[in-house]
């Protein structure tokens, strides 16, 4: 069952929410910039994958490129993956009650992003997520890997179509930096996935990741295959995540926002990539 979000390009579904959530400025403490110059990176690095954003953390830039693929040809699919699962306790994901597995499996089915679909996807998929130790990536496409196992996938079809873009805090390069990817032996389960970081300021990812309100609560396993409806009470974090959401959904449509992304995106080294090239120039109109 899919968790409940509010969809922000059907205001009609927002109602009176709108004028509660009130209005804000995504320009504000720079959000806007840092947002634009990392989102330019991770469409580069997807190279015209289409793109999964994992967990809370990347909501942000659902909203924005949500706006900023409406109305684009043949722009990526976004989808933004409800998952809340650091670890997986002492027992690992063996543990957790068949019956809120199958539901998970449902909703990644129900969001197009179950292992059957992704194997014969005409487009690779792209995993973003904010990645500090890899916990939560291991999670997710280790769930994937028992999702084909029971569905009798071919494993290899998908991991050959993943791709994963990790979003990491931006630090001095040196021989000794601490590479995620290279301490990781579940990577082992993915060996043809590519695998980028998307460097950002400090304050942008910190921000998105431990201080700022999100628009859903946290989807971990207790919450899998449960009945919420959207009756719920809406809390003020809510309503503030939600009005920024509405915000940077409104600023993608911008066709000065556009021209200022697509101008990052030729910047970047993958501009040599055809698909990259077309999106930019598609997405600058």
């Given amino acids: 069952m899919k968790p409940f979000r509010w969809s922000i390009t059907k205001r009609e579904q927002l109602g009176t929410l709108i004028e509660q959530a009130g209005k804000v400025d995504p320009r504000a403490y720079g959000l806007l910039r840092d947002l634009r110059q990392a989102a330019a990176r991770v469409i580069a690095f997807a190279d015209d994958a289409n793109l999964a954003f994992i967990g809370r953390t ?86 994937l890997h028992m999702q084909a196992e029971r569905d009798g996938i071919d494993w290899n079809a998908v991991q050959r179509r993943l791709r994963i873009i990790g979003l990491r805090v931006r630090t001095h390069n040196s021989p000794n930096t601490w590479r995620w990817q290279q301490h990781q032996k579940w990577l082992d389960m993915i060996p043809d996935a590519i695998i980028k970081n998307v460097s950002a300021p400090g304050r942008l990812l910190y921000h998105l990741a431990n201080d700022q309100p999100k628009v859903t609560y946290s989807f971990h396993p207790g919450r899998w295959g449960q009945d919420e409806g959207q ?55």
């Fill in 58 to 143: 990347p909501e942000n830039f659902f909203d924005y490129l949500s706006g900023v693929f409406e109305g684009v040809d043949e722009a990526p699919s976004l989808h933004l993956v409800q998952f809340s699962l650091r670890w997986a306790g002492p027992d690992g994901l063996a543990a957790i009650d068949p019956e809120k597995l199958d539901a998970f499996f449902a909703y990644l089915k129900e969001e197009g992003v179950d292992a059957a679909t992704i194997s014969s996807a005409d487009r690779p998929l792209a995993l973003v997520d904010f990645v500090a130790h890899g916990g939560t990536m291991k999670n997710f496409v280790s769930l």
């Fill in 231 to 285: 009756g719920r009470t809406i809390t003020d974090d809510q309503l503030k995540a939600l009005a920024l959401a509405v915000a940077l959904y409104d600023a993608g449509k911008d066709r000065a926002e556009r021209t200022r992304l697509a101008g990052f995106i030729t910047k970047s080294r993958e501009m040599r990539q055809a698909a990259t090239r077309r999106l930019a120039s598609r997405i600058k109109g």
